[in-house]
């Protein structure tokens, strides 16, 4: 691509990365934002979410010169999961949970350990990143793509008494159980005692997020648990 000083090298990045992304099957009929570095993908089901920056760093090998640093996340937004769960959200504005996410993760899992990016030399390293990505995006719908899947591998090891990968009490207590409810109702009652032991501890430890909801648990289990979930399939 051709560098207009008038357009930041953030900028082209971004371009091209997208570009690139666009220009692979996989991604060919996601949607581009064109003021954001993102692309998402939305059924009658679920949202996929792909989000990406570019944040300037000081590169160990080349100390002189300002590098790019390549962050993004993946987010699964499945709308049976959230809606209901609108009216009893507590945070400042509930706006903000219109855009929460079922699953997500953030690659890399730490600051400092994105792929650098050189303005004198960043063919290779934008190369490697497309890779890495394709191969994330795959890994993330391969064990999170589907209710079933959640169910599977976040529900399933918490009723089999693995520890809960948590440390704050909030929405995806509530989010669990309705995925429970969804895929396998038998075993809503025992995931429901498990997760308000968790959040008792939680709120035990005053852990601040848990505040809101311990008081609350009663009225929104009663209320997930008057749902006609094939009402909710519709």
């Known amino acids: 691509m051709m560098k207009n000083k008038s357009v930041t090298f953030k900028k082209i990045l971004e371009s091209e990365l997208i570009s690139s992304l666009k220009n692979d099957e996989t991604f060919e009929k996601f949607n581009h934002p064109k003021t954001q570095c993102k692309l998402s993908l939305k059924d009658k089901e ?34 049976i999961v959230h809606k209901w769960f609108n009216k009893f959200y507590q945070g400042s504005n509930s706006k903000d949970y219109l855009n929460a996410s079922t699953y997500f993760k953030q690659f890399p899992g730490r600051r400092y350990e994105g792929e650098h990016f050189y303005e004198d030399s960043y063919n290779l390293s934008l190369k490697r990143s497309i890779s890495e990505i394709l191969d994330n995006y795959k890994m993330v719908i391969n064990n999170y793509g589907s209710l079933e899947l959640l169910y599977q591998n976040l529900i399933e090891p918490i009723l089999s008494g693995e520890e809960i990968n948590q440390v704050y009490g909030g929405p ?38 848990s505040f809101d909801y311990f008081d609350l648990f009663d009225k929104i289990t009663n209320a997930l648990e008057n749902i006609n979930i094939a009402d909710l399939k519709k």
């Open 46 to 79: 679920k949202k996929i979410e792909m989000t990406f920056r570019f944040l300037k760093t000081v590169s160990e090998e080349r100390e002189d010169v300002i590098a790019h640093e390549l962050y993004y996340t993946i987010s699964l937004r499945f709308k």
């Open 172 to 209: 995806w207590i509530f989010e669990y159980l309705m995925i429970c409810r969804v895929i396998n109702d038998e075993k809503y009652s025992k995931l429901k005692e498990i997760l308000y032991s968790f959040l008792t501890e939680m709120y035990n430890d005053g852990e601040p997020n």
